[in-house]
């Protein structure tokens, strides 16, 4: 059998390791150097192109159905529960717990629950909305796990490691939320960046308000295609008399956005954390649908 490997930046190093066990197995084996955001971003085109008979993808759990032979290893990781310990006293006036982790760590969750339930905590885990598949699971773009139980808990934790995970769920929760990095040995509160990027997103918006021609994103990456939406953001511009142009790519390239300096402002469809990470990387204001939808209702309010 013909394979295609494919791994995230942080599983890359052992690509060479797992090529040679396939190939011991008798699989023709090939490896992706692209860079990949998640299960929404499948090397299907690169499998195809060469042929292959299977992709398998290594990192993250299925996204959603695929026309591909796709085979997902999520590489599970068993971190070190001892932090737990340090974390009690940070939650020491909070009862109610709700509990979100990412795939790498969803196998832990039943004793990381029954680690706070023996210290008198009323643990609860919510269900994602339907891109993640497990239970306490989120994703950059499904923060549902969290979001769906905001007003069952008056504190949230996640157990795992960076700040991509937990900031998104951050921002479409209201509660206190603390996050347990089990490889720096780090526990803290993470509230401050609620109201950082509540500044961000007003200053986003307070810039648009002058744009006069914006640039709708949208990516062809397998799960980030949204052309039906972009097709209605420009309806919408065009409406409020303004221009609007669909920019269509697989991977956002950031210096040639820069580059079309026609465009006041862009509005992303692909990946939702584009609008929210990596605002900094254009001159031009990154907008988010509902943000583009914000500022047409006071430009139409204006007039």
Known sequence: MKVLLQFPEGLKE?????????????????????????ACDLAIDEAKNIGADKLVHFGHAEFHKVDFNVEYISYEIDADLGILESSLESLKDYKKIGLVTTIQHVHQLDAVKDFYSRNGKNVIIGK??????????ILGCDIGSAARIDKEVDAFVYFGGGMFHPLGALLNTTKPFLAVEPFTRKVEFIDKYREIYRKRKNGKIAVSLSAKKYGILVSTKNGQYNMNLAKLLKKKVESAGLQAGILVSNTINFESLDNMREFDAFVNTACPRIAIDDIDRTRKPMLSANELNEVLGQITYKK
Request: net charge neutral.
């Open 14 to 38: 052992k690509a060479l390791a797992y090529a040679k066990e396939a190939e011991s197995k008798g699989d023709e084996v090939y490896i992706s150097a692209s860079p990949t955001f998640g």
């Open 128 to 137: 994602p909305y339907g891109f993640a598949k497990r239970d306490g699971q």
